[in-house]
T-cell receptor, first 115, second 112 residues
Framework: GAGVSQSPRYKVAKRGQDVALRCDPI?????LFWYQQALGQGPEFLTY????????KSGLPSDRFFAERPEGSVSTLKIQRTQQEDSAVYLC?????????????FGPGTRLTVL | GENVEQHPSTLSVQEGDSAVIKCTYS??????FPWYKQELGKRPQLIID?????GEKKDQRIAVTLNKTAKHFSLHITETQPEDSAVYFC???????????FGPGTRLSVLP
């Protein structure tokens, strides 16, 4: 079946612009995660949804970052007033269950470049 | 919070040799330890995982060992092949949370 998809794959934004990144998880997956991966680094947790509920947003670096999953499937990560340090690959992952300790299936990522 | 360290940061081996990557974690409540492989420009993919009630797990050429007392776990790849070349990330997950904490990664190069 189809895996996790993300769009756009690449995004170039001018400093100060708002951006919206989309994630389509695997159908039926309960859990959805967003990560930020800087060049040469491991993914860093941003936020976690179980269905439509955002259960953990402790990794969001500032109030410029906002994520939603209103119907418990597609999710959007929005970054307001982008800054150069926001440049990174943003990875989305989904997991079939809501409990802990389950494999996460990653999307291809969105590479954001802020000029 | 959890902190995961990973060594070495880069590793080069000859084809057919073994490769070992080690990770340490700080949170004794962590009880799930997956390993992900990420090829250049591609998404991370799970290659093996281990839970804290098990000391070792093997899947063909790949094995993972866990020492909960010392809070470290290792990835072992035997009979390495050029297609094993990638960046490998370990992660630690707390039992009652969903926050995966990844290590910084190890770039493995298998030389023909």
């Amino acid at each position: 079946g189809a895996g996790v998809s993300q769009s756009p794959r690449y995004k170039v934004a001018k400093r100060g612009q708002d951006v919206a990144l989309r994630c389509d998880p695997i159908s039926g997956h309960v859990s959805l995660f967003w990560y930020q991966q800087a060049l040469g680094q491991g993914p860093e947790f941003l936020t976690y949804f179980q269905n439509e509920a955002q259960l953990d947003k402790s990794g969001l670096p500032s109030d410029r970052f906002f994520a939603e999953r209103p119907e418990g499937s597609v999710s959007t990560l929005k970054i307001q007033r982008t800054q150069q340090e926001d440049s990174a690959v943003y990875l989305c992952a989904s997991s079939p269950k809501g409990g802990p300790n389950n494999e996460q299936f990653f999307g291809p990522g969105t590479r954001l470049t802020v000029l | 919070g959890e902190n995961v360290e990973q060594h070495p940061s880069t590793l080069s081996v000859q084809e057919g040799d073994s490769a070992v990557i080690k990770c340490t974690y700080s949170d004794s409540a962590s009880n799930y330890f997956p390993w992900y492989k990420q090829e250049l420009g591609k998404r991370p993919q799970l290659i093996i995982d281990i839970r804290s009630n098990v000391g070792e797990k093997k899947d063909q050429r790949i094995a993972v060992t866990l020492n909960k007392t010392a809070k470290h776990f290792s990835l072992h790849i035997t009979e390495t092949q050029p297609e094993d070349s990638a960046v490998y990330f370990c992660a630690a997950v707390r039992g009652y949370g969903q926050n995966f904490v990844f290590g910084p990664g190890t770039r493995l190069s298998v030389l023909p």
